[in-house]
Nanobody, 115 residues
Framework: QVQLVESGGGLVQAGGSLRLSCAAS????????MGWYRQAPGKQREKVAA???????NYADSVKGRFTISRDNAKNTVYLQMNSLKPEDTAVYYC?????????WGQGTQVTVSS
């Protein structure tokens, strides 16, 4: 079992920045990929960014150049640095851990960007 706990969400004005954190515990050795997803009201959950154990990253086109995913293995924590935030970035952000064949989810943290 893997437990994921997000933090760092909040309210920010357009153009501002936030950093989300996801602390992992439990059988973290089994995790292959860590990622961030988001879900806006009335929309499907979408993948925002992911990082593999080797450090390879990928991003949704909508956040490329603005968001950066990183990890601190010593702290078992993954971060999502979000810059130049837009109102359309408003959503609940979920941390995800893939330990094949299982996907683990955090409880989510709200990010609200005001115009």
């Amino acid at each position: 079992q893997v437990q994921l706990v997000e933090s760092g969400g909040g309210l920010v004005q357009a153009g501002g920045s936030l950093r989300l954190s996801c602390a992992a515990s439990g059988s973290i050795f089994s995790i292959n990929v860590m990622g961030w997803y988001r879900q806006a009201p009335g929309k499907q959950r979408e993948k925002v960014a992911a990082i593999t154990n080797s450090g390879s990253t990928n991003y949704a086109d909508s956040v490329k150049g603005r968001f950066t995913i990183s990890r601190d293995n010593a702290k078992n924590t993954v971060y999502l640095q979000m810059n130049s935030l837009k109102p359309e970035d408003t959503a609940v952000y979920y941390c995800n851990g893939l330990a094949l064949p299982t996907m683990y989810w955090g409880q989510g943290t709200q990010v609200t960007v005001s115009s």
